[in-house]
C-alpha cells in the first residue's frame, strides 16, 4: 500500500510545530530567554519558520539510551554539512568523534540533572568528515513546561564555531 504524502505532510508540519513550540517554551523555561532572535515571532503560525531560520545552529534528540536526532534547523544542518534525510534518525553520539563519545555521553548526564549548560564547547565531526569546535552553545532538557520532570529530549544552540 501506497503512503499518502499528504498525510505525511500533516504529520510532519503537526510534529514541527509541536516539536518548536517545546524547543522555544524550555528553553525560556530553562534559560529565562527567549530561543528566537525576535521574540515578538514566538506565539505565533511563524515561529516554526523562524527556528528553522534562526543564524544558529538549532538540533534536537529525543530521550532514550541511543538518542537520535529528531530536528535540526538549517544552519545545524549546514554545519553539519547534512541533508534532513541524514541527519533526522542519525544516533546523536555520531555528532562527536569515537574517542569523545563518552566525555560527550557524560556532559548530556550533566544536563539531564541540572536542565541546561550554558558556554558549552567541544569538537563535532561533520558527515565528511570534518571537524569543527562549537563555542557559547547552550545545551538545555527539552520538556512540556507542565511536566518539566519528564526529559522528552536534549537541544543545543550554537552560537559560535570554527574548523578545526
Known amino acids: 500500500m501506497q503512503a499518502n504524502p499528504f498525510l505525511e505532510d500533516y504529520r510532519q508540519a503537526a510534529f514541527l510545530t ?15 530567554k527567549s530561543l528566537l532572535s525576535d521574540n515578538r515571532l514566538a506565539d505565533t503560525e511563524d515561529a516554526v519558520q ?3 531560520n534562526e543564524p544558529f545552529a538549532i538540533a534536537s534528540h529525543q ?4 538518542p537520535m536526532f529528531n530536528y535540526a534547523n538549517h544552519q545545524a544542518l549546514a554545519l553539519f554539512k547534512m541533508l534532513s534525510e541524514d541527519m533526522l534518525g542519525l544516533p546523536s553520539r555520531y555528532s562527536a568523534e569515537p574517542m569523545l ?11 539531564s540533572v541540572h536542565g541546561f549548560i550554558a558556554n558549552y ?17 547552550t545545551v538545555w532538557n ?16 550554537i552560537k559560535a564555531w570554527h574548523a578545526i
Open 18 to 32: 509541536r516539536h518548536s513550540h517545546l524547543l522555544m517554551t524550555s528553553y525560556q523555561h530553562w534559560t529565562g
Open 142 to 157: 527539552v520538556v512540556d513546561v507542565a511536566l518539566p520532570k519528564q526529559v522528552l529530549g536534549q537541544a543545543v544552540i
Open 101 to 111: 563519545r563518552e566525555a560527550r555521553a557524560e556532559f548530556l548526564y550533566q544536563v
Open 63 to 66: 530521550a532514550g539510551d541511543d
Open 50 to 52: 523562524a527556528l528553522m
Open 121 to 137: 564547547s567541544g569538537v563535532r565531526i561533520a558527515k565528511d568528515g570534518s571537524r569543527f569546535l562549537i563555542e557559547q552553545a
